[in-house]
């Protein structure tokens, strides 16, 4: 059973002057047990509008979807999620520990589990000291860290984030993405929307790029970063060797010690043979890949065209 | 459900509009002072006095507290992480009206306590005619509160449609005022004097308003309360009966509507 299932996911709203807009077009995912999904996209491409219809928030105009076999929008789906709103806002007049206790109840945890839950919550997300002020008084990060706490206090199978690291600084981030890779090695799912690519590339095994409502691009991180090789940087040591049995190969740089060549990689075997043959030491070898940002602006662009 | 019930009450509890509003209680002392200039009817004008201060500080509150409540939960988007925890759109709802309601309740039993003790000096000091009869004015307090329960699952409705402030405010406030008189305007309509005044189309315009809208003029104990006059059984437990329902069908239609509306 998979953790996430959408088939034929359509969204349409109202737009102005009675127009249509496709907010989903027809998407089609599924989201395995223990994986750890980045979902990308450009602002309005339909990254929230996902999460939402996940979430029984708002009603697909078609297609079907269900989380661990529930289909959305019942009770019962919404009981193995841990979900993380974007910009979340949780009533203000209780403090994190009483909206903890809250989420708790509602999950129907027993109250022994439910106190040692909150204070591991409210320690790891780094809230203890703040437990008891009224929630008014937070800054954004904090409001985003007890939103995180929410969404771990019944330890779900399922997480559901969208725009997790959203209103944090640096160290905030990179708690966040400690904390997937610790629920990744608990065999958690997590399925989080983001814009930075950076955070997909640490913390994801698998990546969708949605553009303008339609699932442009499916795959793992792995393949990605593997297609995205574009060739090598080789440096090798002047002074030894003939080295221009290596001029068919284009140097990036040069000085009095070394020489660096870009070197395709369809022509990588032939450069190592050649150097190896005329005695070219060669000292460092580096690969020149494309990032996930680029991946991930290459999509978008093919998307809006 | 009696978890959104349970952290409503301490909502309103911490809200400075609830603050605010029964900062306004400080006014029952000045009752028995100022029912004193009737002369006669003292322990009366008391009466009518710390019935009618029930009356407004309930009113105030059902309106802010019943139209604010979910409007306010959608407006600070709040329903987004509420309505995405295991729990049913229909429980999110009841649990809020109950929260509010046993608050009115709880400040009913408060400012009913008050009341009480201010017609209680009241009467010592200025003994009236007829003895106080206090199990009407305990029902002119319970039936009052009722009133304003039912008002808030008018309030409660309106706000499930709706995308702004007004609505549920203004539609809750005209409500209460409608309400008020239409037992009033069907009363007339059964004279012979509108008979031959109003149209045909115009009285079924009335008597179709007379069915949709709440009557609240039958919550109003106050006649009873104030001049000792007995209560009606059968008419206090039709009234209770008309409450159950009508609050019922409000909340139902509150259900239906704010299962359907989209968080968008």
New interface residues.
Partial sequence: MNAIDISGLCKQFKGKKMTRVDALKNLDLQIVPGEVFGYLGPNGAGKSTTIKCLMGLIRPTAGTATIMGEPVGSVASRTKVGFLPENPAFYDYLSAEEYLRFVGKTFRMPEALLSRRTDETLKLLELWDARKRPMRGYSKGMVQRVGLAQTMIHDPDLYILDEPMSGLDPIGRALVKEIILDLKKRGKSVFFSTHITDDVEKVCDRVGVIVKGQLEALDSVENIVRKGIEGYIVQTRLGQGEHDSLKGFNITRRNETFVEYFVPVAGFNEFIALAGHHSVEVTLVETKRKDLESFFLEIVRKGNS | ML?IMA?SL??IF??RIFQGIMGLAVLFLFIPSAASLSMRQVTELSITLSLSLISFIMLLLAVFLGATSIWKDIE??????I??????RTAYLLGRFLGIALFMLLTALFLGGVAMLAIKVASVLYPPARPVLWIAVLASILYGTLKYILLVAVSMLLATVSTSFFLPVFGTICTYLAGSITQQVYDYLHTPAAVKAISPIMKQAALFFYYLLPNLSAFDLKVNAIYALPLNASGLLMTALYFIVYTSVLLAAGAILLGRR???
């Fill in positions: 978890n952290i301490k909502g911490r809200d600070r988007r709040y329903t987004y992480s309505l995405s925890l295991p729990l049913s989209e968080m968008k």
